[in-house]
């Protein structure tokens, strides 16, 4: 059983469109996390949630809107998608948001915008 | 913000070569993670270190955690072709579980 799930695993769309990502997790944790990748590997949290509360939004363009319906789900819509949205992202999640955790990935949202 | 400085960005390696990856921070850690990333695949925790001058080993990875906090090392003896991806450490200290992550170092293994 996949710990952290995402979907889709690869989604190419056009300049303009609106997509989701959505994540689940079946560890029974407290907090989710976005992170994109760039290009170059360069990993940055964008989003954080504790129990559905947003705790951390990293100057993220208001394009980008995190929803949480409950704590094992974290999906991201992304509207006007443009193309440096193009990167990876990847779902994750922690047993808490205290000091030191581990933090559990998901395999990854490959997004492709043309 | 705080920042987490890793270098090198690239090191290619023969099987059986070692390597080591160097984070670096201005201020002091509260502890720091290691993770790793095969090509095309998603970040997997390795190991954690808290304590000033920890030193823990997996196997061929030894990973050490300076003894003012500042910087860490995680050196691989021996690699093999399995070794390859890219290696993250991440500044585990800030607040909310937010990690954050050095640039990486992308390990090529050559057979």
């Known amino acids: 059983d996949t710990a952290v799930s995402q979907t889709p695993k690869y989604l190419v769309t056009q300049m303009g469109n609106d997509k989701s990502i959505k994540c689940e997790q079946n560890l029974g944790h407290d907090t989710m996390y976005w992170y994109k990748q760039d290009s170059k590997k360069f990993l940055k949290i964008m989003f954080s949630y504790n129990n559905k509360e947003l705790i951390i939004n990293e100057t993220v363009p208001n394009r980008f809107s995190p929803k949480s319906p409950d704590k094992a789900h974290l999906n991201l819509h992304i509207n006007s998608l443009e193309l440096g949205d193009s990167a990876v992202y990847f779902c994750?999640?922690?047993?808490?948001?205290?000091?030191?955790?581990?933090?559990?990935f998901g395999e990854g949202s490959w997004l492709t915008v043309v | 913000g705080q920042q987490v400085m890793q270098i090198p960005q690239y090191q290619h390696v023969q099987e059986g070569e070692d390597f080591t990856t160097y984070c670096n921070s201005s201020t002091t850690l509260s502890n720091i993670q290691w993770y790793k990333q095969r090509p095309g695949g998603h970040p997997v925790f390795l190991i954690q270190?808290?304590?000033?001058?920890e030193v823990k080993k997996q196997k061929r990875l030894t990973f050490q955690f300076g003894e003012a906090k500042k910087n860490s090392s995680l050196h691989i003896t021996a690699t093999q072709t399995t070794d390859v991806g890219t290696y993250f450490c991440?500044?585990?200290?800030?607040?909310?579980?937010?990690?954050?992550f050095g640039q990486g170092t992308i390990l090529t293994v050559h057979p």
């Open positions: 270190l808290v304590k000033s001058g």
């Open positions: 991440a500044d585990g200290g800030t607040s909310y579980g937010k990690l954050t």
């Open positions: 994750a999640s922690s047993q808490d948001s205290g000091l030191g955790n581990t933090i559990y």
